[in-house]
């Protein structure tokens, strides 16, 4: 595929009509809900109780106007009228404590389930996926369930009883004027839920242009060095500010629907009220009824509209919530990496050991086929569309024409294979424990792809992979990863101290052994700079170390874990000829008694290899030793004597 034709459909992706995304239902609302019904049957109970002292009122209005007409005397009315506004009033701060607390709650579990799930997704969803969307799902999105207690349960449940209640209480009074009310109310009714719908679309909608806003701007701050220095800072602007626009224009469009909603409880108000005074004046007139019960009709109709009103609110609250709910649960109906196991396991023959393997091999492939899936395909040509169209964010490198582009934040390498059918084609190589394989070839030919199907990033989609002679899927992943030390080719270092870093994979390293390592890779003068030593801070991605000591931190905290299996993809990528050569020292000073598998462009870095697989598109096209493939593979001569190694 070429550049231009990749760029166009990259741009087609990226600048097409993308889908809003998925809509929740109220059902799946629920199970975040009742994992608080404790709470909430606290909630409902007081919900009761604020409503009874709420409809008393108006009945304790109208017997204290019918004794003021009577010339009666009060007696405890008044009291017991201002006792039970304050019981309403201490019921209602207590039950908005309970609600807010209870939403706070459903906010955090909300996001310990999306933050457990997100880090348990499969290898393949974080290469089809923004990184910023996903942040912007465990932070924007699960925010607005906030409101669907706050603003939308509290009015559901008690509004609810207050609307029953007055309804009730106003065809006792009046039924004819209450027929009067239910047709004006009922109009305004199917007026809000003809609007809510809108909401609900319009809603998830600006929370996908709201995850997309959070991917633009993650990736420009991750590579604003670059962009600085390309000159392209507006561009970038411009590029953000386009996706915030998006997300303006959608909430735009929310806001005139939500406009609409809140002036028919409104109308319906003035208009119900109008019709009272002049239906209910006449019939006050006309003796049908007595004017306290006009009053007491007219109170009770108060509290008919403002719970519809507050109704409607939470109806636009409660859209809104499902809209970002319908993309949480997107991701947590996403299978987890260990999800295929069981099933891949029960696939495969009654036993993995390879019969004619006396001396099985540390690592062994066998005939392995391998294909990108469709979605990581097209996220990647996507990139490449953004690479060429924002051109600071591509490097080529002149020696091996690769191409490598930062996206959200991170640099992420444009593997050319990725447009090919297959990225591996019936590979078939040995590693005998304890030696030393390297892995070479020109960009594009599958080098860095094996590795992920050592680590089970992937699954082969025909063949095996063996480890000691036992298929890699017949294993636990956590299981097999303890078994290899993995370096990427652009390994990122993690924001915090030198020593978080080493101690990812060895929590329980001292301080010691993390010195040790250190200096086993050449990095003892970063432990000289700060007196904090391994305590010292790295900065955000590792910005206070430069290219060749962030490779060389990644290699140490392989070493650290002390993993009987290395692998290495271009360690030493990044590192000028003095720090070469002290690097291939500490590998050959910690190769010893370990299994080693080395990616490199560079051939003076395996020369001495034990053994070379030469891949090209996809296939191996040649294996030995250096000089063996110098006569025998034309590929391997001819990158040899580009690198003036023959």
């Known amino acids: ?35 608080h019904r404790r709470t909430l049957i606290v909630v409902a109970v ?50 908005h404590f309970l609600l807010q607390r209870t939403g706070t709650a ?29 942040v912007s799902r465990v932070g924007t999105d699960t925010t607005l369930l906030y409101a669907v207690l706050t603003q939308g349960l509290a009015d559901a449940i008690g509004n609810a009883l207050i609307f029953l209640g007055a309804l009730i209480a106003m065809a006792i009074i009046d039924p004819v004027l209450l027929a009067i009310i239910v047709i004006v109310i009922g109009a305004s009714v199917v007026g809000v839920v003809l609007l809510s719908g809108r909401i609900r679309v319009a809603s998830t909608e ?80 006309s003796g049908a009824i007595p004017i306290a019960s006009l009053v007491t009709f007219i109170m ?11 109704t409607f609110g939470a109806i636009t609250s409660v859209n809104q919530a499902l809209g970002a709910l319908g993309r949480i649960q997107e991701v947590l109906d996403l299978p987890v990496e260990s999800d295929s196991d069981a099933a891949v396991a029960a696939s495969l023959p009654g036993t993995s050991i390879r019969p004619d393997a006396a001396a099985p091999a540390a690592i062994e492939f066998v005939d392995v086929h391998f294909s990108y899936p469709e979605n990581v395909v097209a996220a990647r040509a996507a990139a490449e569309a953004e690479a060429v169209r924002v051109l600071e964010n591509a490097h080529v490198d002149p020696a091996t024409s690769s191409v490598t582009v930062v996206q959200d934040g991170e ?28 892995l070479v070839g020109p960009s594009g030919a599958g080098k860095s792809t094996t590795l992920s199907l050592i680590e089970r990033f992937y699954d082969p989609t025909a063949g095996a992979i063996l480890v000691d002679g036992v298929d890699i899927r017949a294993l636990e992943r956590d299981e097999l990863r303890a078994r290899f030390g993995y370096v990427e ?39 000289e700079r700060s007196p904090l030593g391994v305590d010292a801070e790295v900065g ?9 000591e962030r490779q060389r931190l990644a290699i140490a905290r392989a070493l650290l874990a002390a993993a009987p299996i290395l692998l290495l993809d271009e360690s030493t990528s990044s590192l000028d000829g003095l720090n070469e050569q002290r690097m291939r020292d500490a590998i050959d000073a910690v190769a010893e008694g370990r299994t080693l598998i080395v990616i490199a462009h560079r051939l003076s870095t395996v020369v001495d290899s034990d053994h070379i697989v030469v891949l090209d598109h996809g296939r191996v096209v040649g294996q030995g030793t250096h000089s063996e493939l110098v006569e025998s593979t034309p590929l391997y001569r001819d990158l040899a004597r580009h690198q003036l190694l023959v």
């Open 540 to 548: 955000e991605g590792g910005v206070m170390l430069s290219g060749g």
């Open 106 to 134: 459903v906010v955090y579990s909300s996001r310990r389930k999306l933050i457990a799930r997100i880090l348990h997704l499969p290898i393949s969803e974080f290469d089809a996926r923004r990184t910023g969307d996903l």
């Open 1 to 35: 595929m070429s550049t231009s034709t990749t760029a166009r459909t990259g741009r087609s992706r990226l600048r097409g009509k993308e889908p809003a995304g998925p809509r929740a239902t109220f059902r799946q609302l629920l199970p975040f809900i009742f994992e």
């Open 206 to 285: 600006q929370q996908v242009k709201v995850g997309e806003l959070a991917s633009g701007v993650e990736r420009a701050i991750g590579s604003i060095r670059t962009v600085r220095a390309a000159g392209a800072t507006e561009r970038e602007v411009q590029s953000v500010t386009e996706r915030a626009t998006e997300a303006y224009t959608v909430g735009v469009r929310i806001a005139k629907v939500s406009a609409l909603v809140l002036p028919v409880a409104s109308i319906a108000l003035q208009v119900s009220l109008l019709v009272v005074l002049g239906v209910g004046g006449f019939r006050v007139a």
């Open 489 to 527: 080719q652009d390994a990122p270092t993690l924001a915090g101290t030198i020593a978080d870093n080493l101690r990812l994979a060895s929590p329980e390293a001292s301080d010691a052994d993390c010195e040790r390592v250190l200096r086993a890779v050449n990095l003892g003068e970063v432990l």
């Open 411 to 438: 640099s992420a390498p444009l593997h050319g294979d990725l447009a090919q059918p297959g990225v591996l084609q019936g590979v078939s190589f040995r590693v005998p424990r304890g030696s030393r394989v390297a």
């Open 46 to 95: 007081l919900s009761i109780l604020g409503a009874i002292a709420t409809l008393v009122q108006p009945l304790l209005v109208g017997q204290l106007i019918t004794r003021v007409q009577n010339n009666e005397a009060l007696g405890m009315l008044v009291w017991a009228l201002v006792a039970f506004v304050v019981v309403a009033a201490l019921i209602s701060g207590f039950q």
């Open 300 to 310: 009770f109709l108060f509290m008919l509209i403002a719970p519809l009103g507050s």
